[in-house]
């Protein structure tokens, strides 16, 4: 009760100042510029409403780097700051705006955010001439779950998404495999469905009979830091225990999944690809099949001393990627190398592109009609 009547009385305290700021500032529907704008050549045009900045640039990520650093933008009489980049090749492309000099900020006019461990940013995508792997299509589609758990492991409660197949909800007893699903440096759990659109990739690769219907469970690959060490950039202490400790066994409670390690698979893209790695196959009577993209191969020292006979009785899957841009690249070329003298079995899957998110869509397009085939609903 003190809890709604503090909410009322704040309400009250703040509402008139707002409503005289909204009716004294600007109305966001009629206001706020349509950004971003993809033209028929692939540039894109991204605006934002600031009519009292002295300066507004583009900043961030991907796009930043497309364009060599923070591009000022030009003021409109309408108060619109604008600017138009490109030609840009087909990719996704992450930006943010700085308002005199202020840190990044979000493009109010776009709802698709990566969500990331140090704050949010808008992206974009300009599509090529591929298929779209990602695309929503005019086919059954599995459902998305959000989980809120205490874990014992961090001490505090995190968040987990779980992908259920299309007819989980009306399949009676059947029990279903597993791919337990990482992110990268930064991200948390809901990257691998606002921007990865794992989802969708399932649904289409199941739908077109390539793979066999699974659940996809992606946690947040990151754990509480010491004082210090930058949110987002270090993360593999004490995962493991929060996985295999707290976040299996909540899956395995409320989903009807198949038991025994031949029914389970680990993956993950550039951070995650290091801890699926790393957990994987550290954990080969849990785990019958490991995936790397892009992986953060920092020590080969733990795989070079495992026996490669234990890794190819145990492992129905090893599958490795990267793209031949990726600054990884030279690390994965290693692994591969390393896994081919010991003669250890592998897939090594080298393609074109970099450090980006076309690549792990692709990747686990790829991967996903290689699990689990002999395994199918009960």
Not at 149 to 172: C, F
Not at 215 to 243: C, S, W, Y
Not at 250 to 267: C, D, F, H, Q, T
Request: proline fraction near 6%; charged fraction near 20%.
């Amino acid at each position: 009760m003190r809890l709604v009547t503090f909410s009322f009385l704040a309400l009250m305290l703040v509402s008139p100042l707002a409503a005289q700021q909204t009716s004294t500032t600007f109305n966001d529907s009629a206001a706020m510029p349509d950004s971003p704008v993809l033209h028929s050549d692939r540039r894109v045009t991204l605006g934002i409403l600031a009519p009292k900045a002295n300066q507004v640039e583009l900043v961030d990520g991907i796009l930043g780097a497309v364009l060599g650093g923070p591009q000022k933008m030009k003021k409109g009489e309408d108060g619109v700051w604008s600017i138009t980049v490109g030609p840009l090749e087909p990719g996704i492309y992450d930006y943010g705006f700085s308002i005199d000099g202020s840190t990044r900020l979000v493009d109010p006019a776009n709802t698709q955010v990566i969500e990331r461990a140090w704050g949010p940013t808008s992206f974009f995508e300009v599509p090529g001439d591929a298929p779209n792997l990602a695309g929503a299509r005019d086919v059954p589609r599995g459902a998305l779950h959000i989980h809120h758990y205490d874990s014992k492991a961090v001490g505090r409660t995190r968040s987990v998404r779980v992908y259920t197949p299309a007819g989980y909800e009306k399949s009676g007893g059947a029990t279903y495999p597993v791919l337990y699903l990482f992110h990268g440096s930064g991200g948390i759990d809901s990257q691998w469905t606002t921007v990865g659109r794992a989802n969708f990739i399932l649904d289409n690769v199941i739908a077109d009979g390539k793979a066999k219907p699974m659940i996809v469970v992606m946690t947040n690959g990151h754990v509480p830091q010491p004082k210090g060490v930058g949110r987002g950039r270090t993360a593999n202490e004490g995962f493991e225990k929060d996985l295999i400790g707290d976040v299996m066994p909540l899956v395995e409670s409320l989903y009807r999944v198949k038991p025994g390690r031949e029914n389970r698979a680990i993956a993950g893209l550039s951070m995650g690809g290091g801890q699926s790695l790393q957990i994987g196959l550290a954990h080969l009577d849990l785990f019958s099949a490991v995936a790397s993209f892009s992986g953060a191969v920092r020590d080969l020292s733990t795989i070079e001393a495992m026996s490669a006979a234990d890794l190819n009785k145990k492992l129905d899957l090893f599958w490795i990627g990267c793209g031949k841009d990726d600054f990884l690249f030279e690390a994965n070329n290693n692994l591969d190398k390393l896994l081919t003298e010991k003669k250890v079995k592998h897939v090594y899957r080298v393609s074109e592109g970099g450090h980006t998110w076309p690549v792990w869509r692709m990747y686990l397009s790829e991967l996903a009609p290689l699990l689990f085939q002999d395994s199918a609903p009960d």
